[in-house]
């Protein structure tokens, strides 16, 4: 009988902050510039050079922190992270080391170990055939990356599968998007991810040997490259080897995992206090100033409009992930006496038309007078088909849809004569259909109600139809 | 000219007495053709002089390692061989362009600040203007030899462990640390970042307050400079009324020449003659500060000469075929041997396994000498002892011997890892060969030790014209 494991996921993504300069120089941030126009004496690491830490991205670090639940260090420091790279302009990196700048937190199922900041590497461009540094015929560097402020947020390995992974990241990179402190966008790196992975059998509780996935960058990436990983782990242990902790590179592409180190090759980065730079000191301004900049989250929002507003889950995570139309939402569903389930169905068409980027607040529709068309459904004046053409109507005009309704003669028929008179005009057009009905098929008659509906131009309530037929047809 | 203090000679200009560009030529010519090997390179012209700044046409001769844009800045190294930065350092800054003071030449210096005798230099050495066949001590050799050859009025320098206080003394002029932190480190070329320290050279006492009062100032391009809390004086004592001297036995006995000590020992006669009491006392931990230096500062500068690599700027050695090999031969054909046994000491001093042994072990020996010194302040003004065990050694005679090379730092480290101020002043001869009296206190008090070393000086009247007349 083979054992069952249970992948056990830890993941450490880089976040590009969103700063105007970068992390130790005055330098703007670059996007896509000329190679090495973003460059000066610091962030080239030229001799008798210091860096100075950016205020800014101090602060996004701790909103980040808060907003992750994290205790920000009263006192934190960077240290050197010593290694020989030409992506690295001095030798070594500034980053945070044993005390970092934001400790402990959760965000959803996930615990949150730290967040620290850093400054990212240049970039290095191979010339050559394969783009890779092997076989290579030159390299290039371009500095404009270097010195790019970076926060690291490590978890705890609390993830079991890919698919929670991914769907983490995606919630984590919402979060830090609301945030405001990065673009985390993976194809373009401002969000990376690297994932440590092991496997244990299934109810135990000893973890097994991990190794370190690194850059993956996409979301389709990190759920395969986890999911080869968690394959390539199972398949070790069935066949009686063992794990060994390495870091590996997926390749997308082919799907194959290869090794770039092992534990034996490991750097010695010679991790010493940056005596260069003051520690980190948050003072009282600071924190309130971070605090007051935190806008409501997508795991809160989500929550609270499913508690307080009692819609779907499915509804109230697509306005959590979309701020704009949850806010939108929220004025229509007190403009509307608090009918939130209906303030999110049309909430919900009106994005279908104007699409899931656009803004609400700077559409034709005002929320007053999208509650007022959802009130006119719930109150059976409109039928839920009319309060469609309606909506078109107010996308284009921005009228009132009591006026709409009124001019386009889409209100339900009040006056059961007029009804009356068109349902026993149909009945005299089918003789076959009510033929099939009176001889004891009644969902034949089905097929009267379509005639009737466009007679009446959708006007006519369904239920009134069907009990005016039952009537005139005496069944 | 040549007697005029650096001091006298600004007054002089300013009120129309000595003309600037005369003066400035002067050294100009006097430094073009220095015998000691003191320079790397001498300005051709004087620059436009602003006669209303208070250092206008005094010329300043400044050591290598610091920044001058668009003028060679080597620190002595062949790895920076003619490399020209492209901005000017903080304090040298405040002495041209907002002081006045005339750029006259970059001095010879141990290749990155490491070394006591300026003979670590990619630029040969430097000689003693007392007497040519010995050392001027260093590692800022060249801007001590320039003040004691008159070949400058005076100079700015660096100081790690000692490379003011020593090379000052031992070439017979004023040398100043002042506390870490007083003056921004933002363009030095750095040797080990939280020990180095900027501070003048100069004739004497009231010249080096001059010059340091135009340096100090935080910068907001180094967090880790605070300036002053008050202006510097200009000091006016003369005499040490009430003032409470403690002198280490730890720093002022086993192991100071016997020449040495007895300058020493006369001094402090003197200093009682002038109003101070004089105490024998204790830090103990004081004997260790070599150790801890001689751990902190390679660590440090192990990763700050990192970025030597040749790829960027300076020297590259020519003909690898592999990015290691680049790597491995510039630094191989660019750095001397000192460096490189620095680089290996520190690195292994960090790397994993022997950082809490080495590294974190010498720290914490630093942090106790620093205590060691706050226990002293209770009982005293200023800690006393000789600048250097010995006078100025001979060209080549410990340049094998690294250990009894680094025992000339011995009374001047402790105050670097307390990051401290501390003075050398002229104190006699020795052998016919200049000693050092140095005046240490609190972080911060450099108008007080100012005001010591004046009465001091005043009392002790050495005639520094000698070395050059
Ligand atoms: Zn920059």
Redesign the interface.
Known sequence: MSTEYEPVIGLEIHVQLKTRTKMFCGCELSFGEEPNTRTC?IC??????????NAQAVQYGIMMGLALGCEIAPRSIFH?K?Y?Y?DL????QISQYDIPLCLGGRLGDVRIHRIHLEEDAAKLVHVGASGRIHGSEA?V?DYNRGGTPLAEIVTEPDLRSAEQARDWLQLLRETLRQLGVSDVNMEEGSLRCDANVSIRPKGTHALGTKTELKNMNSFRYVMQGINAEIARQTALLESGESVTQETLHFDPVSGRISSLRSKEEAH?Y???PE????PIVPTPEMMAAAEAAIPELPADREARYESDFGIPTDTAHLFAYEPTWGTYFERVAVEGNRDAKAAAIWVTELRTRLGADADPHKSAVVPAQLAALAALVAAKKVTAGSARTVLDKMVETGDHPDRIAEAEGLTVMEDSGELSQIVAKVISENPDVVEKVRGGNAKAMGALVGPIMRETKGRADGGEVNRLLREQLGV | MIELTAKQAADAIRSGDLDANEYFEFYRQRAASDPYNSYTWVAEKAPEIDTRKPFAGVPIAIKD???TEGIP?Q?GSKI?ED?R???T?TSVDRLTTHAGGTLLGKTNQDEFAMGSSTENSAYGPTLNPWDTSRVPGGSSGGSAAVVAGATAPWSIGTDTGGSIRQPAALTGIVGLKPTYGAIS??????F???LDQAGPFTRDVTDSAMLLSAMVGAD?????SLGLPEPVRIPTANDLKGIRLGVPEELAGEGIEDGVLKAFNDTLELAKSLGATVETTHLPHAPHGLAAYYLIAP??C??N???Y?G???GFRKSGAST?IDM?TQTREAGFGAEVKRRIMLG?YA???GY?DAY?GRAQKVRTLISQDFKNAWDKFDFIVTPTAPGVAFELGSKTADPLAMYLNDFCTVPMSLAGIPAISIPNGLSEGLPVGFQIAGPAFSENRILDAALALEKAIGFDASKAYA
């Open positions: 004496p080239l690491g030229l001799p008798g050079t210091l860096p100075v830490t050197r010593n020989f030409p302009a001095k030798g070594y390299s560097v010695d010679r991790y010493f005596p260069d730079l003051v | 390692l610091f920044c800045s620190a920076l490399y930065p492209p901005y350092a480190r933002y363009g030095m070329i750095a080990a970042s939280s907001p391009c180094d967090q880790t660590a440090e192990s990763s000469l990192a970025r690599d790829v960027r700027y990015l790597y690195t960090l790397s994993s950082y590294y």
